[in-house]
T-cell receptor, first 112, second 113 residues
Framework: SQQGEEDPQALSIQEGENATMNCSYK?????LQWYRQNSGRGLVHLIL?????REKHSGRLRVTLDTSKKSSSLLITASRAADTASYFC????????????FGAGTTVTVRA | NAGVTQTPKFQVLKTGQSMTLQCAQD?????MSWYRQDPGMGLRLIHY???????DQGEVPNGYNVSRSTTEDFPLRLLSAAPSQTSVYFC????????????FGDGTRLSIL
């Protein structure tokens, strides 16, 4: 069963704008990861955030984690056409042998 | 470095046929896994392996077999293909389990008629 659920399902923005997507999950986790998938390709890892961390940055990406609300957000700043992709969150927990559970994803379209 | 290589990229099968999806990684990763991706559902774990000779079931293992005779290879076998197995299949690897970024192949697009 899917642990994470992304919101919104789809997002369309203008180049240069920021894109924010959210991930909610149901049970306690040890780690949360965000991945990007371009059309017809495999998933590419973006950021991993551990349950004792609240925020991480990587280039134009910012991830927050609120374990009290069981939610995470991914912010892409100054978006580019190349950011057009689907974005997935994935969670794991020691109680589930660290098996990754993926959400259904957010499809982001960046308009030129 | 090739990373994770999956073959074939596309395959069409008839119901009842069997086939093997190949997955190989050249990063000396211990942990390997197979997922299927269906529209609107994200990725679901089929089988995984924490090292050579060790495999275990994921969320949707029925109709699939795996083996791990070497660190590098982790083939997925469909025993008797069914239309419900039409999907995109992804193989992934990481150094070990437990909070590790996964390296994904580019997938095998499988259609069962």
């Amino acid at each position: 069963s899917q642990q994470g659920e992304e919101d919104p399902q789809a997002l369309s923005i203008q180049e240069g704008e920021n894109a924010t997507m959210n991930c909610s999950y149901k049970t306690s986790i040890n780690n949360l990861q965000w991945y990007r998938q371009n059309s017809g390709r495999g998933l590419v890892h973006l950021i991993l955030i551990r349950s004792n961390e609240r925020e991480k940055h990587s280039g134009r990406l910012r991830v927050t984690l609120d374990t009290s609300k069981k939610s995470s957000s991914l912010l892409i700043t100054a978006s580019r056409a190349a950011d057009t992709a689907s974005y997935f969150c994935a969670t794991d927990s020691r109680s589930n042998d660290y098996k990754l559970s993926f959400g259904a994803g957010t499809t982001v379209t960046v308009r030129a | 470095n090739a990373g994770v290589t999956q073959t074939p990229k596309f395959q069409v099968l008839k119901t009842g046929q069997s086939m093997t999806l190949q997955c190989a990684q050249d990063m000396n990763h211990e942990y390997m896994s197979w997922y299927r991706q269906d529209p609107g559902m994200g990725l679901r774990l089929i089988h995984y392996s924490v090292g050579a000779g060790i495999t275990d079931q994921g969320e949707v293992p029925n109709g699939y077999n795996v083996s791990r005779s070497t660190t590098e290879d982790f083939p997925l076998r469909l025993l008797s293909a069914a239309p419900s197995q039409t999907s995109v299949y992804f193989c992934a690897s990481s150094p070990w389990t437990g909070g590790q970024p996964q390296h994904f192949g580019d997938g095998t697009r499988l259609s069962i008629l």
